[in-house]
């Protein structure tokens, strides 16, 4: 089953502009991750923020982590035609001893 | 330094025959985990392995197996190919596993049944 679930299921925003995705999980987490995919290729990992972490920055990816709502959203800021991809979040959580994935958030920037 | 390579990047079966996809982890990562993606479904975890030995094992039939050798390398095995198996299988290495820390993904082989 899926521990996590992303919002919106798609996105769509011109090229400049920010995108913010969201996360929703249902069980205590160790931790939670974000990754890309392009077009039906392999994932890539961009960020992983631990249960006791509330914010963590890479680039221009910002996310944040709300234990007490089971949620975490991913920002990016500046976006750019490159960012069109899939993302998911994935969770550590407690008792499954694997990363279990939601099902994504598509994203579309257009120039 | 080299990523994770998935061997072969497509492959078209008949249904009832049986499949093996290969994936070689990053050089120093003892932990290999598959998953299988599909449009319904999004990505289901098959199993994971670690030195050799499988740690974890989601919700599959027993057609599906796999193996680690003792250079992390690894293989899945799907036998008895059904038509819904058709799909996109990731391997994934990591350090310790179990979600522990990030994966690296390969870049998948996509399997279709006919």
């Known amino acids: 089953s899926q521990q996590g679930e992303e919002d919106p299921q798609a996105l769509s925003i011109q090229e400049g502009e920010n995108a913010t995705m969201n996360c929703s999980y249902k069980?205590?987490?160790?931790?939670l991750q974000w990754y890309r995919q392009n077009s039906g290729r392999g994932l890539v990992h961009l960020i992983l923020i631990r249960s006791n972490e509330r914010e963590k920055h890479s680039g221009r990816l910002r996310v944040t982590l709300d234990t007490s709502k089971k949620s975490s959203s991913l920002l990016i800021t500046a976006s750019r035609a490159a960012d069109t991809a899939s993302y998911f979040c994935a969770t550590d959580a407690a008792g499954y001893s694997t990363l279990t994935f939601g099902k994504g958030t598509m994203l579309l920037v257009s120039p | 330094k080299a990523g994770v390579t998935q061997t072969p990047r497509y492959l078209i079966k008949t249904r009832g025959q049986q499949v093996t996809l290969s994936c070689s982890p990053i050089s120093g990562h003892r932990s290999v985990s598959w998953y299988q993606q599909t449009p319904g479904q999004g990505l289901q975890f098959l199993f994971e392995?670690?030195?050799?030995?499988?740690?974890n094992k989601g919700n599959f039939p027993g057609r599906f197996s796999g193996r680690q050798f003792s250079n992390s390398r690894s293989e899945m095995n799907v036998s008895t190919l059904e038509l819904g198996d058709s799909a996109l299988y990731l391997c994934a290495s990591s350090l310790a596993g179990q979600g522990i820390d990030g994966y690296t993904f390969g870049s998948g082989t996509r399997l279709t049944v006919v």
């Open positions: 392995y670690f030195s050799e030995t499988q740690r």
């Open positions: 069980t205590s987490i160790n931790n």
